[in-house]
């Protein structure tokens, strides 16, 4: 029997561990009927520091999922993998070793990153086992892995047979801050602070000039055409003609395009290889020539003469000074605009001409859109936010990362005529910086000597393969296919992730699982929101107001965190309040303190009872319970965490606690009833199993104490019992014990002090004397008829918004006219202190008073009336 006060420091150590140790959520290694799997494929989170309170929240709304289907009799696969093999724990290589990649070969620096990784995954692993997530810790998978890098060149290979991969010299989005090419999912939008510049430009063998407003002067020197809209009447005379560029003076031609945005400007346009997307749409439609000006680093290149080496933020101040100084510099004020910068490190992008790999997108929106579709999205909102995303894509996905914490390409280029020598899918994974082709001469032209393919994937090339990854995904030599080793897995049934990362992780998984397979990767999809602060804000370490999960649990039991994580509507923004973790903690007292009460009730209870024989008030509470039960049920299988918390914590609170519970109490310790104590018991364990998803600790200590030393978690989810019931006669009776306990707490009166008479108007026919009984009623009646009641004017509320305007120095005899009553109302219109005053001026408020002897109590929809001599 559970006895003092909850421990919960100590029992959660304790289930912890005994949890890990039994492998109690272990998936079998035995076949598995698809139809009786619940798959999830759960986020890698990226080794790029510690675990932070998001973790916390996402993974436990996940584990509610699975603790749930567990106990709906499903065999849960929930797998745990760290995503190390990216630029992120690159970073944190360096960081923590002091060290610069370049400095290493590829292979020795990408043993150290796993040497540091693997000590962060460590502390994730212990930190999640700590909150009790119920993870197969035997399914637990790094990206940088063999096996995983086995898996992502297989994919490569794949797409590449397939078509569905290419490599061409074309402008790239860089992030000169990272060195590294990147892809417009790692771009986000910026409001920064700038500067147009009206710059002024010569017409070549002429005396006319004309100007051009631009916020990169920089890229003069990349300047390699201007454009005029078709419809500019001002300026189509320019058009055939050339422009001379200031300072740098070359000539440029001046052609027209309906890009042009004419509300911007002057209205003319230079085109430069490359500032942005529009360049390149330009570039690539009017076969213009190609001046590179700024190179990886951001640093001007000999293209800018004079100029060369400084970097792009140095030499615009340089160029802007020197146009000044020639008279091109017409104006220069201060504006602020949007500029597209890399996600990772806020860098505004360049676009730069390079040799990348891209995984062809644009060609199947409308399939990968169509995939979409096909799942279910809870909430079904956050589907418009991946609609959005591939309506809005203008890139296919470039894969190249010019780093070396990460997957090489498995691919070697013919140093004569440049052919691509893939690697065989036998040999894989493999490194062509240390490995050997797996020819010995070109195919294409014969020649003997190869180039090793330098660059590695992009992170989400990897991540996006997490379905195929545990689903065990591999190439069979003997039938010459891709298979799956266990195909009961997929699709997966649930894919949960944050919305910030639904144009990352959640589309690039659709597009190479529905490149691979031909099917979509998920039934569903569980979106969680982001984790604020007390006060709405995003958290973020430069402003100092990050939550560490540490922190948190030194205050607070771990179950009071997973009941604060079932505090919001899925998809939502939650901020951080302790009052939740409170709440929590309340609720584990009220459970633990109210299971040592049942316990004590029903040492004696018949473990079989014949459902016909329980008093009305039994099967009442019973099939009130069963009626919750289907609520709870419904919203946790639509992810609505929080309406089924809070339905189920007030029913279990006030229904139980308060009401029932101190009438069976009476019962079982006055009569020795086994109607109760049966009710009691079967209530208690229903109460336990529904709570265990999200108090996984607490019902798992009073369970295995109280009932069975088989985990509560290994417990099939309750059906309803199928009881009739008067519950609307029960709910009333309640209602009339909340109103008398009400009464006598008002009134100073103990719960056990006699009531002389309670007469009660309202049906709670069959259980009269269980609230006579609790309440210690004397005499109990029935009314037929309803008690005699008038409406008693309380108070007048004036609107002084109309009353003030409208009488202004009268208001004060308004006022005393009122509190003397001394007013009349006829037709809606109030006659008081000379004036009239129209309906929306005035509010008359009345409340019900009794008139006969007695104290009157509004129960719902029953009025009690109260006689009780002092």
Known sequence: MPSGEYDPETVEAKWQERWVDEDLYAYPERAVDPDTVFSIDSPPPTVSGSLHWGHVYGFTLQDFVARFNRMRGDEVYFPFGYDDNGIASELLTEDELGIKHQDYERREFQKLCREVTAEYEGEFTEKMQNLGISIDWDQTYQTISPEVQRVSQLSFVDLYDKG??????????WCPECETAISQVETEDDEQGSHFHDIEFGVADSEESFVISTTRPELLPACVAVFVHPDDDDNAH?????????????????????????????????????????????????????????????????????????????????????????????DKRAITHTVNVHERCGTSVEFLVKDQWYIKLLDKREEYLEAGEQ???????????????????????????????????????????????????????????????????????GHDEFAAEDDVFDTWATSSLTPLINGGWDWNPETEEMELEQPELYPFDMRPQGHDIISFWLFHTVVKCYEHTGEVPFDSVMINGMVLDENREKMSKSVGNVVSPDEVLEKFPVDAARYWAAGSAV????????????????????????????????????AEFDHDDLKAIDRWLLA??????????????????????DRLRSFFWHTFCDDYLEIAKQRVREGDDPSAAYTLQTAHKRFLTCFAPILAHVTEELWRDMYDETSVHDQSWPEPLGLDADVAAGETAM????????????????????????????????????????????????????????????????????????????????EAALESDDYEVEDGVMHVAGVELDPEMFTIEESREYVGDGDMLEAGDAIVIVQHAD
């Open 735 to 814: 209602a009339v014990v909340g109103a008398l306990r009400k009464y006598k707490s008002d009134n100073q009166l103990s719960m056990n002090a006699p009531v002389d008479l309670v007469q009660v108007y309202g049906d709670i026919h069959g259980f009269e004397e269980d609230v006579s009984g609790v309440m210690h009623i004397e005499e109990l009646e029935l009314l037929e008829e309803e008690p005699e009641i008038e409406s008693v004017v309380t108070g007048v509320d004036l609107d002084y918004s109309l009353v003030g305007p409208e009488y202004g120095a009268q208001v004060p005899d308004i």
């Open 624 to 645: 009130s319970l069963d009626r919750e039960l289907e609520f709870v049920t419904e919203k946790l299988e639509n992810r609505e965490f929080s309406k089924a918390r």
């Open 375 to 445: 799942m279910d999205w809870y909430p079904e909102k956050m589907f418009t936010r991946y609609k959005n995303w591939i309506e809005g894509l203008q890139w296919d996905w470039a894969i190249s990362r010019q780093r070396s914490s990460g997957i090489p390409f498995p691919v070697w280029y013919c140093e004569d005529c440049e052919h691509v020598v893939v690697a065989d899918r036998e040999d894989l994974p493999v490194d062509p910086l240390s490995d050997d082709p797996p020819v010995d001469a070109c195919p294409a032209c």
């Open 164 to 173: 569905r991969q290419y490599r061409q010299r074309a402008p790239a989005i």
């Open 238 to 330: 320019l058009v055939g003609q050339e422009a001379e560029v200031p300072l740098f003076g070359q000539r440029v031609p001046i052609l027209e395009d309906e890009r042009v945005d004419l509300e911007t400007g002057t209205g003319l346009v230079m085109c430069c290889t490359f500032g942005d997307q529009t360049d390149i749409e330009w570039y690539q439609a009017h076969d213009l020539p190609l001046r590179v000006a700024i190179d990886e680093s951001g640093t001007m290149t000999e293209v800018a003469d004079e100029y060369a080496g400084l970097s792009s933020g140095e030499a615009r101040e340089a160029i802007v000074a020197d146009l000044d100084d020639a008279g091109a510099l017409l």
């Open 571 to 606: 998809g939502d923004d939650l901020p951080y309040q302790e009052k939740g973790l409170v709440a929590g903690e309340k609720l584990m007292r009220k459970l633990w303190n109210a299971s040592k009460l049942v316990e004590s009730l029903t040492e004696d209870a018949p």
